[in-house]
């Protein structure tokens, strides 16, 4: 996957509150450990990592704004993408 791929998707991310400001900015980290694909994000590259964001839902007209943070780092041979999103009331 290219860079150009990863900035596209982000400012994708990023559209739902930045619709008519500048595209932001965010600077993928190099994992530099193994990554294991398990849904469990305890590598150090997950801590280390800066989280992309804040998200801002425009349609929350009150009550609690539950949060939804967004990691991305990199390997030689992956890109990875952790979420981890806060939600009382999980309905499909």
Avoid: N
Avoid at 65 to 85: L, N, P, S
Wanted: charged share 25%; glycine share 6%.
């Amino acid at each position: 996957m290219s860079i150009g791929f990863i900035c596209i998707l982000i400012c994708f991310l990023e559209s739902v509150s930045f619709a008519c400001a500048d595209p932001p900015e965010y600077f993928a980290m190099k994992a530099g450990c193994k990554m294991v694909m398990d849904g469990i994000l305890d590598e150090v590259a997950w801590q280390k990592s800066h989280s992309v964001g804040p998200f801002v839902f425009k349609w929350y007209k009150s009550g609690e704004q539950e949060q939804t943070e967004a990691k991305i780092v990199w390997d030689e041979e992956r890109i990875y993408f952790g979420f981890k999103c806060d939600d009382k009331y999980i309905s499909a």
